[in-house]
């Protein structure tokens, strides 16, 4: 099924339905947690919440029969038309540096006025951005990078701010490949915007690496391709303790249905076969998994159920 055949309704509309009880912004009192600390051996986790982006049902599954897509939903207990996704960045201290892993959205894009939260939720944190040594990127959507190019967030970093992202990826930005995603209306336009601005912003900070490398002590960032071409996760070991940040590998959906397509897939089929390969050592091994979609805070475990996996949410540390 050509991915460009699916109509999704303008995210606007998708906001408006959904977001018609928020005004925009942050809700005035906060009574949804948004920061979950977690500890891998000596690694320090901080999972911070950017907030909710609400998006298409389709663009979980764009390959398959509108029924099936809409039957799992069902299931699932998940509204039939917009889905509320979860937008979750993450915090580590090792050896002494603090590094970011992804920024979650920014403040640009007013369609989706339920996250661009993180700078916000940092300082609830208390972590300062001048204390911040290294920024990874799983990847430049703009849900992922767009939190550095917020209103008063670079004047805040550290001149000497280290940014890794794999090489694959800045080259991808530069002439990037739309035609296998299935996204709504001014996405493409708003993506390539937003990776072409950060790059231009963020060049003299930019370290790039091919397939690996070691941020700090037990963090290493590995490409793996697929959602796009430098896309990559971070994996956390210390002592016996392990946990891979997923970023977007894999979402609800991609535990029972591994191959379904997510709309924002630039490469589909290489998405589908890296997420079935994490996923797969993750069950062997049992490590923990973060990802950036999954519901906050969205420590979980996978499992293998038949052909597929089965999503393990761990039960909540106090
Ligand atoms: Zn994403």
Redesign the pocket.
Known sequence: MSSTKISHPPVKHCAETVNAKYQHGRPAAELVPSRYAHRVGQIDVLVVSDGVLSLPGAMLGHNVDPTVRAAWLQDMFLPPDVLE?A?NAVVVRSGGRTILIDAGIGGEFPDLPRAGLWADRLADAGIDLGSVTDVVLT?M?M??CGGLLAEGVKERLRPDLRVHVAAAEAEFWASPDFSRVSMPPGFPDALRRTAKRFLNEFHGQLRTFETEHEVAPGVVARRTGG?TPGHSVVRLASGGDRLTFA??LVFQVGFEHPDWYNG?EHDPEEAARVRIDLLRELAATREPLVA??LSFPSVCHVAVAGDAFRWVPAPWEY
């Open positions: 996704w937008l990847h959507h849900d992922h959602h970023g977007d924002f950036t979609h």
